[in-house]
Nanobody, 115 residues
Framework: QVQLVESGGGLVQSGGSLRLSCAASLPISVINAMGWYRQAPGKQRELVAAITKGSSTNYADSVKGRFFISRDDDKNTVYLQMNSLKPEDTAVYYC?????????WGKGTLVTVSL
């Protein structure tokens, strides 16, 4: 079972940027699509960005034009560049396959955006 470790979260002011990383214990080249998810307090986990093996990308409307997902199969790592952050982006961010592998959820990384 693949293990996923997210990093790069933190506290940032509104309008700022962060880059999240997700390191996988197994080659992500065997996974058709990888995604970044987030869960805000009191809300369900949602998919915010996904990228296929062919590097086609898809974004939730709420982050389109601000967030950018990429993958480096040589490093078995998936990234999420987040720009123009808003307080409503505050959440714990996770990576997983798309659709997600039930046993592969990591601890996530907390992103807090202040006013």
């Amino acid at each position: 079972q693949v293990q996923l470790v997210e990093s790069g979260g933190g506290l940032v002011q509104s309008g700022g940027s962060l880059r999240l990383s997700c390191a996988a214990s197994l080659p992500i080249s065997v996974i058709n699509a990888m995604g970044w998810y987030r869960q805000a307090p009191g809300k369900q986990r949602e998919l915010v960005a996904a990228i296929t093996k062919g590097s086609s990308t898809n974004y939730a409307d709420s982050v389109k034009g601000r967030f950018f997902i990429s993958r480096d199969d040589d490093k078995n790592t998936v990234y999420l560049q987040m720009n123009s952050l808003k307080p409503e982006d505050t959440a714990v961010y996770y990576c997983n396959a798309d659709p997600p592998l039930p046993g592969a959820w990591g601890k996530g990384t907390l992103v807090t955006v202040s006013l």
